[in-house]
T-cell receptor
Framework: RKEVEQDPGPFNVPEGATVAFNCTYS??????FFWYRQDCRKEPKLLMS???SGNEDGRFTAQLNRASQYISLLIRDSKLSDSATYLC??????????FGTGTSLTVIP | EAGVVQSPRYKIIEKKQPVAFWCNPI?????LYWYLQNLGQGPELLIR????????DSQLPKDRFSAERLKGVDSTLKIQPAELGDSAVYLC??????????FGPGTRLLVL
């Protein structure tokens, strides 16, 4: 079983829509959680960390459910510039990072 | 502050040829990672360094891949000989004490 699993999509949504991505992880010892964004032919860049209490950054909300071992990312009022691949990342003690395969989002005018 | 630097950005070689990639992490970052990324996939770890020590190279195909980080700063990843299936993007990332990873722009390798 993979450490991190994501629905690869693609998700095609109209501008202004709300879209949610989920990610599950297999190891209950996982320590830290992140969402990264990767634009076409670019490197992954940190979008936001994910905390147990949930956290929000503008139109983006991330949540963590440790009991069910899943992470979510909600994007409200989608913009064309949100089109990218969103990578779920989970860490384990010892600086081990595990990446999901990414979920592709295209926001349509 | 300068980010993670990688070179070259692109490389085209014929199969069976050697190739090397270079990475300079963010200053002060003790952990350095080399990843391979294929189209439509997430990054897959090849090797992780803590300072100059390779602490996780379990996914590195050691028959043809090698890496070094001699002074605990910059690092080189080598493939010899390259195979067609090695065509991918090779990403270097660094972090401080296992906190947020920062990626370089990657080297896009095409093996013909």
């Amino acid at each position: 079983r993979k450490e991190v699993e994501q629905d690869p999509g693609p998700f095609n949504v109209p501008e202004g829509a709300t879209v949610a991505f989920n990610c599950t992880y297999s190891n209950s010892a996982s320590q830290s959680f992140f969402w990264y964004r990767q634009d076409c032919r670019k490197e992954p860049k940190l979008l936001m960390s994910v905390y147990s209490s949930g956290n929000e950054d503008g139109r983006f909300t991330a949540q963590l459910n440790r009991a069910s071992q899943y992470i979510s990312l909600l994007i409200r009022d989608s913009k064309l510039s949100d089109s990218a691949t969103y990578l779920c990342v989970v860490t384990r003690p010892g600086n081990q990072f595990y990446f999901g395969t990414g979920t592709s989002l295209t926001v349509i005018p | 502050e300068a980010g993670v630097v990688q070179s070259p950005r692109y490389k085209i070689i014929e199969k069976k040829q050697p190739v090397a990639f270079w990475c300079n992490p963010i200053s002060g970052h003790n952990t350095l990672y080399w990843y391979l990324q294929n189209l439509g996939q997430g990054p897959e770890l090849l090797i992780r360094y803590e300072n100059e020590e390779a602490v996780d190279d379990s996914q590195l195909p050691k028959d043809r891949f090698s890496a070094e980080r001699l002074k605990g700063v910059d690092s080189t990843l080598k493939i010899q000989p390259a195979e067609l299936g090695d065509s991918a993007v090779y990403l270097c990332a660094s972090s401080f004490m296992g906190e947020t990873q920062y990626f370089g722009p990657g080297t896009r390798l095409l093996v013909l």
